[in-house]
Each structure stands twice: as C-alpha cells, then as structure tokens.
C-alpha cells in the first residue's frame, strides 16, 4: 500500500493557523494612545474580520480619521488616492495594547491633518475609563448636578479624576476637574475643590498673551478656555488666582 506524503501541505496549514491566530490576538474593544489624544475602537465585523474606527487629535486640532475592515492584522483603505501604494494600517497584538504602524506612509498621511498622525501603541484604559465609559459617567454627571444633587453628583466623577487621568486629554482631564472642584465646592467642600484645581494652578497664573504666545492659535483658545474657568472656580473655593503671580494654592 503506497500512502500520500502530507509533508507538502504542512507549510500552507501551519501559515493559516498562525493567520487565525495573530487575528483572534487583537481583541475587540477601546483602546487609547499616550495622552488619550488617541482612541481606537474594533468591533467584530463578519467572519474573522474585525473592523475599526481611529480617532486623532493633533496639534491645533488637527485630527486623522480612519475606518476599515482588519484581515491577518492588516487594513488596507479602499479610497486610497494611490493604486500602487495604496494606505494599509497594521495592527499587532502587544502586551499593553496594540500597535498600530503604516505602510506606505506618504499615502497614509493624507487621512491625517499637517500637525497629526496615528501611528503608535494604543493601550487597554483601566476598568471604567474606556472613553465612551467616561462619556456615559459625565452625561450622568451632567444630570445629576442638573439636579442640584451635588453629593452624589461628586461621587460619580470623583473616581474618573482618580483612574483615568492618565488616559484622558489634556482638555477632558482640565474639564473634568473643573467639573469635579466645582461640585465640591457646591456639596460644602472648598478645601477639596482646591486641592482639585492645583494641576492647573500655573496655566490659570500665566497671562493671556503669554497663553497665546506659548499654542498654536486653535490650542490656545481651548487653553485660555481652561485658564479663565480655573481662575473663577478658585475665586469661588476662596483662593482667588493672581495672575502673573502665585495666587491660588
């Protein structure tokens, strides 16, 4: 009885199954870059497929956008301007999240503003701070303080102060603790709302010119935003903001 050698079919089965396996390696989910500047978001699509949807803010708001279908850890974007070197996103499985690179950069850019790009490792947020978790706990925020319910409208945003900083914008992080020392001063509690606001001490001293001087024009409005809301909420927490000088505490 002659039997078929099987060797020469070895090479194609292991090559698909180290393919199923890169892929089953990216999990669906949120992740977001260093700064929270970056969200990425993949979602089972059909088959093996993932897909996703990333998010970038740059410079003077300046932001990439980019949306596909991932297949063997890769993307290639359909309306690429160039057919020979067309976009394609890549996608690897890491320890802290996922890396996301480029090929063919030059055609990549072009789904990204002069000052942005998306390329880099995007990580796991901690347990509540996925970004649309933060969302969903503000809007309930928003509600509850709506309703002149100031404890717990404290005890519900506290916490994205405590675990998420790191993952969150420096605009959501300056707001949401705006938000935070303003209900703490509402629910009785001066001395915590200052405690609060002491990250943004230096931007709310620094002159408005200087402000502008220092961002590009975009970033310095969302800036002075942020410095004129910090002075006003120290002044109501009773340590009112010299600017130009060390007021505040």
């Not at 978790?133 to 005890?155: C, M, S, W």
């Amino acid at each position: 009885m002659r039997i078929r050698p099987v060797l020469a079919v070895m090479p194609a089965v292991t090559l698909l199954l180290a393919t199923v396996s890169a892929q089953a390696q990216i999990k669906p989910g949120e992740y977001v870059s260093g700064g929270g500047l970056g969200v990425l978001r993949i979602t089972p699509d059909k088959g093996d497929a993932l897909r996703f949807q990333l998010d970038v803010r740059g410079a003077n708001f300046h932001i990439c956008e980019l949306s596909g279908v991932i297949r063997n850890g890769e993307s290639r974007m359909d309306d690429s301007a160039h057919e020979k070197l067309p976009c394609i996103v890549t996608f690897t499985s890491q320890k802290s999240g996922i890396a996301v690179e480029s090929k063919h950069g030059r055609t990549c850019s072009t789904y990204c503003g002069a000052r942005a790009h998306f390329e880099g490792t995007y990580a796991v947020p901690p347990a509540g701070c996925a970004p649309s978790q933060v969302n969903q706990i503000r809007n309930r925020f928003k509600a509850t303080y709506d309703q002149r319910l100031f404890a717990e409208a404290r005890a519900l945003l506290a916490p994205v102060v405590d675990k998420c900083s790191g993952t969150l914008s420096d605009l959501d992080h300056a707001w949401v603790r705006n938000d935070l020392a303003l209900t703490q001063h509402r629910a009785g509690d001066s001395a915590a709302c200052r405690i609060t606001l002491k990250p943004w001490l230096e931007l709310a001293r620094t002159p408005d010119e200087t402000i502008r001087g220092d961002y590009p024009p975009s970033d310095a409005d969302a800036m002075l935003r942020i410095a004129q809301a910090t002075r006003a909420n120290m002044k109501l927490c009773g340590a009112p903001v010299v600017v130009g000088g060390k007021g505040g505490q």
